[in-house]
């Protein structure tokens, strides 16, 4: 078992940046490819960004490329995503999730393919 914790999120204007947290507990960090997910209010969750267990593997949604950072500190077994620019379309709770690197396929936008999931943090930015 993975046990994830996200903070970091809070109410932040148009513009601002924050920056999230995910914590892991319980298993290898290093082991496991991470993702960043948000969901909306009435909306579906949606992928924001992913890293492969050693860093060396990014990805981004089109809509935050340029705007959000995804990295991680395996020794602090930490995730973080650094926003930037920040939009009201931004607003949402914002989950991290974790995938086995030697655990099956991985297809880092899909939610299904993960198998540990955090509580989530909110993250609400003002017009």
């Known amino acids: 078992q993975v046990q994830l914790v996200e903070s970091g999120g809070g109410l932040v204007q148009y513009g601002g940046s924050l920056r999230l947290s995910c914590t892991a507990s319980?298993?290898?960090?290093?082991?496991?490819?991470m993702g960043w997910f948000r969901q909306a209010p009435g909306k579906e969750r949606e992928f924001v960004a992913a890293?492969?267990?050693?860093?060396?593997?990014?990805y981004y949604l089109d809509a935050v490329k340029g705007r959000f950072t995804i990295s991680r500190d395996n020794a602090k077994n930490t995730v973080y995503l650094e926003m930037n620019s920040l939009k009201p379309e931004d607003t949402a709770v914002y989950y991290c999730?974790?995938?086995?690197?030697?655990?099956?396929?991985?297809?880092?936008?899909?939610?299904?393919?993960?198998?540990?999931w955090g509580q989530g943090t909110q993250v609400t930015v003002s017009s």
């Open positions: 319980g298993r290898t960090f290093s082991n496991y490819n």
């Open positions: 999730a974790a995938k086995g690197a030697y655990s099956g396929t991985w297809t880092y936008q899909v939610a299904s393919s993960y198998n540990y």
């Open positions: 890293i492969t267990w050693s860093g060396v593997g990014r």
